[in-house]
């Protein structure tokens, strides 16, 4: 139970920044979101704040998050 | 040249993996990968890898565009050699909606993915099923009537085989008198 709970807070604490330098020069990434967590990207798109990004990229910032801890369990 | 055989394309897919275990990814790894899925592009799991492998690691010099498009690749030769077998369907699904912008053709994959895994879970009840149901002991068809409760409530219309064996625990569990007599009463 407290496992899965730090296991889950690991995940919210990703930040975009984190992802493979590579990766992140692909066009349309999200650059302006590189320093925030997946909890302030899904506290955005909750509160409907778009001022920092589209709902699109926020949209694509929390798949982009998800991603390399899914991938690692299955490596 | 002859084809590798099944035992030495699993040793060299372990030795690769292996590669990785200190810092997963590296130059070596990357290269036994490679080497690999040119010899046999039909052995899906390291192209599965291979692509899932180049999602979580930097690849200095190289061009991102690039990198997507090997990803892709891979994984739509793997959807190929394993006849679209479930994780490489679900693997490309994820990669369209997280990478290509492509949310609509990602839930075509994830609906035919969930479909194959279904008739997996299906198969995998089933068989669970008749086995409790041959042991035929009080602890087994109390373990088969927990699963029939499962499966009912994910398949409301099981497939035949599956729908025949729930009876059997059915009948099995009103004689061991874990259920009531489905004779006995009227409805």
Request: charged content about 30%; overall charge negative; some cysteine.
């Amino acid at each position: 139970m407290a496992a899965r709970m730090l296991d889950r807070i690991s995940l919210l604490n990703m930040r975009v920044g984190q992802l493979p330098a590579t990766l992140q020069r692909a066009r349309n990434f999200p650059s302006q979101l590189k320093d925030y967590t997946l909890f302030e990207v899904k506290q955005m798109l909750e509160r409907e704040d778009f001022s920092l990004a589209t709902k699109a990229q926020l949209n694509s910032v929390v798949k982009i998050l998800q991603n390399p801890k899914r991938l690692m369990e299955k490596l | 040249m002859t084809h590798l055989s099944v035992d030495e394309l699993v040793k060299r897919f372990e030795a690769a993996r292996k590669a990785g275990e200190h810092e997963r990814g590296n130059r070596e790894q990357l290269r036994l990968l490679r080497e690999l899925a040119e010899e046999c592009p039909a052995f899906t799991p390291n192209l599965l890898y291979l692509a899932r492998v180049q999602q979580v690691i930097d690849q200095p010099g190289r061009n991102p565009e690039e990198v997507f498009s090997e990803i892709q690749r891979l994984l739509e030769l793997a959807i190929l050699g394993s006849n679209r077998g479930a994780p490489v369907i679900l693997e490309l699904g994820n990669f369209l909606d997280t990478f290509q912008n492509d949310p609509l053709g990602a839930m075509k994959l994830y609906e035919e993915g969930e479909q194959k895994a279904l008739a997996i879970l299906e198969d995998a009840w089933f068989f669970k099923l008749r086995y409790w149901n041959l042991e035929r002991t009080k602890e087994s068809l109390e373990k088969a009537l927990r699963l029939c409760a499962l499966v009912e409530q994910v398949f409301p219309e099981p497939n035949t085989y599956l729908e025949d064996e729930i009876q059997t625990t059915k009948r099995l569990a009103a004689l061991e008198g874990l259920l009531p007599d489905p004779n006995s009463s009227p409805g």
